[in-house]
C-alpha cells in the first residue's frame, strides 16, 4: 500500500490522477500538528528536545511529514530543524512554534538560573525551612495550616503536619524529635512530634507569636510576638517565665551557641538587642537604623550579620568589639543564611524576586540567583551541599 500526504492547500489534479490508477493507495490528509512537553523549564546553557508531529485525520503521525520550528526569543533560546531548543544564557522565556502549512502548535520554554538545582511546587505560600540535626527538613506553609516534611534525597515531600493557623516559623531540639512552629493566627506555638508527624499540644501566647528558639539546654523556648514582647517559656511545665518589652515588634531571633545570649532584631526599631538569655536584661544595643531582619551568626560564632531591608545591606557586627560594618546589596535582604561549608552568607531579597550570595571573606555579592517569586527563609543542608529556599510564590528551590 502506498501513503500519499496530501497538503492542506487542496488537492494536487495530478496526484489525485495518479492515486486513483493505483489499487492499493491510501491518501492521509494532514489535519494539525501536536508539540510538546507544552510548557518547560530548563537551566541555562541546557536543552531540551521537543517532539512535533504532523497528524491525520485519525490522529495518527504521518512520519514522512515534518513541520518547521522558530522561536519568539532566539536571544533566550535557540531551535533546530528537529526541535532541538538551547538556552543561550541569558534568563527569560521564549515560545517555540512549529508550523506545517496552515498548522501551527505552540511550546513555551523557561530558562531558569543554572543555580537552582531543583524547583518543588508546593502550595499555600511556603515561608520558613529548617533542618534537624538528622536531616529532616519541615517547610512553613502560611495559608494552609500545614508544615510540610521534605525528603531532600527524593527531593520529595512525603509529609504534612496539620498544625495551626498561619504557621511561620520552625524550629527543632538538639536531637531532632520535636519541633515548635509558631502559629501566628493562633496565637499558640504548636509542638511537633517528628517521628509521626503530628502536632502533640500547643503553647498558647499572648500575641501572635513570630520567630522562635531554643535555648542551648533545651529547657527554654524563646518567642516574640506582636505584643512587642520576647518571652521565655520553660518547656518542662509550658509555661512563661519571664518577658522583655520590644521598642517594636520583632521577626527574627538567633539564640548564641555559647548559651547565655541571644540577639533580637527589632524590625522598625532599626536595632538589635543583645540579651541575657538567663535574665532578659539588655547587655547591648546595636542602633544600626533603618528595618533590622533576618540574622545569621559565623561559623566561628564571633560576627553576627543582620539584613536591613531599608537600607539594602548587611549589617557585620563584631561581637568581641560591638564594631559595625556592612555589606551593599542590590535590594531589601529579608532573611540571611550559611551556605552549606559556612564561607557564604545567602540573603532572599524578597519583594526583588531574587536571592544574593555573598562571599564572607572579601564582603562581596559574588552570584545573584533569579528565583522570582516571593523566597523567604533560607536554611542549609550541608551534607547535600544545597540550600533550601522556600518561596512564597508556590514553590521551594534548591540551590547550589
Known amino acids: 500500500m502506498k501513503t500519499i500526504p496530501v497538503s492542506t492547500v487542496g488537492l494536487c489534479l495530478g496526484a489525485l490522477a495518479w492515486a486513483c490508477s493505483q489499487t492499493a493507495t491510501e491518501i492521509v490528509i494532514p489535519t494539525r500538528v501536536q508539540l510538546g512537553p507544552s510548557d518547560t523549564t530548563i537551566p541555562q546553557r541546557h536543552s531540551v528536545q521537543l517532539v512535533a508531529s504532523v497528524l491525520d485525520t485519525a490522529g495518527k503521525p504521518i512520519p514522512s511529514l515534518q513541520p518547521s520550528f522558530t522561536s519568539s526569543d532566539p536571544g533566550v533560546v535557540g531551535v533546530s530543524p528537529t526541535g532541538l531548543v538551547t538556552s543561550e544564557g541569558p534568563l527569560g522565556a521564549a515560545t517555540i512554534t512549529a508550523q506545517f502549512?496552515?498548522?501551527?502548535?505552540?511550546?513555551?520554554?523557561?530558562?531558569r538560573d543554572s543555580n537552582i538545582v531543583e524547583r518543588l511546587p508546593l502550595a499555600g505560600r511556603p515561608f520558613d525551612a529548617e533542618i534537624s540535626p538528622g536531616g529532616v527538613?519541615?517547610?512553613?506553609?502560611?495559608?494552609?495550616?500545614?508544615?510540610?516534611?521534605?525528603?531532600?534525597?527524593?527531593?520529595a515531600f512525603t509529609a504534612s503536619v496539620v498544625v495551626g493557623s498561619v504557621p511561620s516559623r520552625v524550629t527543632f531540639n538538639a536531637s531532632g524529635s520535636t519541633a515548635y512552629v509558631s502559629n501566628q493566627f493562633s496565637q499558640d506555638v504548636g509542638v511537633i512530634n517528628v517521628s509521626t508527624n503530628t502536632q502533640a499540644e500547643v503553647i498558647p501566647t499572648t500575641g501572635d507569636p513570630g520567630p522562635v528558639a531554643l535555648s542551648i539546654d533545651g529547657a527554654a523556648l524563646f518567642v516574640t510576638t506582636n505584643a512587642d514582647r520576647l518571652y521565655r517559656f520553660s518547656l518542662a511545665n509550658r509555661a512563661p517565665t519571664d518577658s522583655l518589652a520590644l521598642p517594636a515588634t520583632s521577626h527574627h531571633?538567633?539564640?548564641?551557641?555559647?548559651?547565655n545570649l541571644l540577639y533580637v532584631a527589632t524590625r522598625e526599631g532599626g536595632s538589635v538587642l543583645e540579651v541575657d538569655a538567663r535574665t532578659l536584661a539588655v547587655t547591648?544595643?546595636?542602633?544600626?537604623?533603618?528595618?533590622?531582619?533576618?540574622?545569621?551568626?559565623?561559623?566561628?560564632?564571633?560576627?553576627?550579620?543582620v539584613a536591613n531591608d531599608y537600607l539594602s545591606l548587611i549589617h557585620v557586627i563584631t561581637l568581641s568589639t560591638g564594631s559595625v560594618g556592612s555589606i551593599a546589596l542590590g535590594g531589601g535582604p529579608f532573611a540571611l543564611g550559611l551556605g552549606p561549608d559556612g564561607t557564604r552568607i545567602y540573603a532572599t531579597l524578597t519583594s526583588n524576586g531574587m536571592?544574593?550570595?555573598?562571599?564572607?571573606?572579601?564582603?562581596?555579592?559574588?552570584e545573584t540567583i533569579q528565583t522570582g517569586g516571593a523566597p523567604r527563609v533560607p536554611v542549609a543542608a550541608a551534607t547535600q551541599g544545597l540550600v533550601v529556599v522556600p518561596n512564597e510564590a508556590g514553590w521551594v528551590d534548591l540551590l547550589r
Open 284 to 305: 547591648r544595643t546595636f542602633p544600626l537604623g533603618g528595618r533590622t531582619n533576618g540574622m545569621v551568626l559565623s561559623p566561628d560564632h564571633r560576627t553576627l550579620y
Open 137 to 155: 527538613v519541615y517547610v512553613t506553609r502560611l495559608d494552609v495550616g500545614l508544615v510540610s516534611r521534605l525528603n531532600l534525597a527524593q527531593r
Open 253 to 259: 531571633l538567633v539564640v548564641h551557641p555559647a548559651g
Open 355 to 366: 536571592v544574593q550570595v555573598v562571599d564572607r571573606a572579601n564582603r562581596q555579592v559574588v
Open 101 to 111: 502549512a496552515t498548522f501551527t502548535a505552540f511550546a513555551r520554554v523557561t530558562v
